[in-house]
């Protein structure tokens, strides 16, 4: 079984500009600020809230194409956990085996610099799983 850490919990919000103030506000510290990702078609901030605990706020670019649309219907909030695993083919392998499904193959997170894959587990959790290693600048993994 693959070794798997916390990285962050995702949390969805309709416009990310509000979002931040009032997290920054309440203590939130910004860890990487706000950036675009057109592969995901989202933009997101990491903000490390009460010293303890990364949480990834992810706001559409255009909400009339946005993958996150089903969960801003339903107000948004709490989306997903974020692992770093050490091989990211294994992980996904092993999600499959216990009956998750694949909802988003292997791709690059733009803000993480590192390959990313989602899956829905039965239970309903959405699990991002992201590699430990960040990618080289000409987009291979070290």
Request: proline share 6%; net charge negative.
């Amino acid at each position: 079984m693959s070794k798997k850490t916390l990285a962050h919990i995702g949390y969805v919000v309709p416009h990310l500009e509000g979002a931040l103030r009032r997290f920054v506000h309440e203590g939130a510290a910004v860890v990487i600020p706000p950036t675009r990702d057109p592969i995901q078609k989202v933009i997101v901030c990491l903000l490390r809230v009460d010293e303890a605990v990364n949480v990834e706020l992810v706001a559409p670019i255009d909400e009339s194409d946005c993958p996150i649309h089903s969960r801003l219907a339903r107000g948004g909030g709490l989306d997903h956990l974020c692992y770093f695993v050490d091989d990211l083919a294994e992980a996904l392998a092993e999600e499959q085996a216990r009956g998750a499904l694949v909802v988003c193959e292997p791709c690059k997170a733009v803000a993480f610099r590192r390959l990313v894959a989602f899956v829905h587990r039965r239970s309903g959790m959405v699990v991002e799983l992201m590699t430990r290693n960040e990618m080289s600048s000409e987009g291979e993994q070290p």
